[in-house]
Every structure is written in C-alpha cells, then in structure tokens.
C-alpha cells in the first residue's frame, strides 16, 4: 500500500522550536486537508486535549523568525505549534479516516527523525574522539619540531664558535708562533 504521504514530505514540516520537533497549525491542516481554521477550532472546543506541551501559540518574534523559511507565515496574527504528543491526539479531535492515515505517516516521521538525531550523535562523538588525538598528535609534533629547531640553533652556535672564519685559533697539531 502506498504512503497516503510521502514521509520526506512530513519531514520538511518538522521544525525544533524552543528546542521541541513540532508541526505547524497549516501544515498539519495541509496534511489532513482541512482548513487551518477548521483545525484550530476543533483544537479550541478541546482544549483539555491539548496542554502546553503538546501545543502551544507562537509569539510574533518566532512567527517572524520562521517566516523566513515558511514565508506565508509573515503575515500570520496566530500560529500553533504542535508536539509530536499534539499531532497524536489531533487525530482522534478530528475523527476521520485521512486524518488516522496522515497521523501514522507522521508518527513515523517522528521515529525516522529520532533515529537520525541520535545516529548523529553517535557519529559526533566519534568526531570529537578522533578530534582529541588530532589535538595530542599536533602537540606532540609541535614539540618534536621545537626540539629540532633547538638542537638545529645549538648546532649552528657550537660550529659558528669553534669554526669561524673570524681568525680564531685555528685547531691542529702545528705550532703556534709566538708574538716577540
């Protein structure tokens, strides 16, 4: 049977806003083919259904912020956000076949999502570990080429004091001249 909605659709409707996945009013109502006010009364005649953590109205500065990826939303007095909780219960407030349907196909975007975000995690934190031993190795070979540098100045002080073309003793067997 083929997806009632692409989920790669659904996933392009999710958005982390105060650090939660949600869906907005208009994409839900989108999905479910009815219209955002039709939606958001049925939210309001159960509003029991719907505590703050499942749901919850955006203040103008994240209506702007957003609307500079949802660029209908400019203009929007009043937008809802919806937790994946919310979504859930949105399904039974509507009551009908598309919106069971749809509500599956987000639930799975939801689990994709998870599985991606901590798979990324796993895959940051191995950036990090190989991250250190880059950190250490760079130490340690900065140290090699201080003390190559250390030893090559050395070297060049020993042979510039001992083999100086300045007229200093010169070394060997021969002997000296005195001065009368």
Do not use: C, W
């Not at 309001?44 to 703050?52: C, E, I, L, S, T």
């Not at 994240?62 to 660029?71: D, K, M």
């Not at 919310?86 to 987000?106: E, T, Y």
């Not at 950036?127 to 950190?135: A, M």
């Amino acid at each position: 049977m083929a997806d009632i909605v692409p989920l790669i659709h659904i996933e392009n409707k999710i958005y982390i806003i105060r650090g939660e996945k949600v869906m907005l009013d208009r994409d839900l109502a989108e999905l479910y083919m009815v219209d955002t006010r039709t939606l958001n009364q049925a939210v309001k005649r159960n509003a029991d259904r719907f505590p703050g953590d499942f749901m919850f109205a955006l203040s103008r500065e994240e209506i702007l912020s957003i609307s500079q990826i949802v660029t209908s939303l400019k203009f929007s007095k009043n937008v809802n956000a919806f937790s994946e909780q919310g979504v859930a219960m949105l399904s039974g407030v509507l009551n009908s076949p598309r919106a069971v349907a749809v509500n599956i196909q987000i639930m799975r975007a939801f689990v994709r999502l998870r599985k991606v975000i901590s798979e990324n995690k796993d895959f940051q934190k191995a950036i990090q570990v190989i991250e250190r031993r880059l950190d250490v190795h760079d130490r340690q070979i900065q140290l090699a080429f201080a003390s190559l540098k250390s030893l090559f100045q050395s070297t060049e002080a020993i042979s510039q004091k001992h083999y100086s073309p300045g007229g200093e003793k010169k070394m060997g067997f021969g002997k000296e001249k005195k001065n009368h």
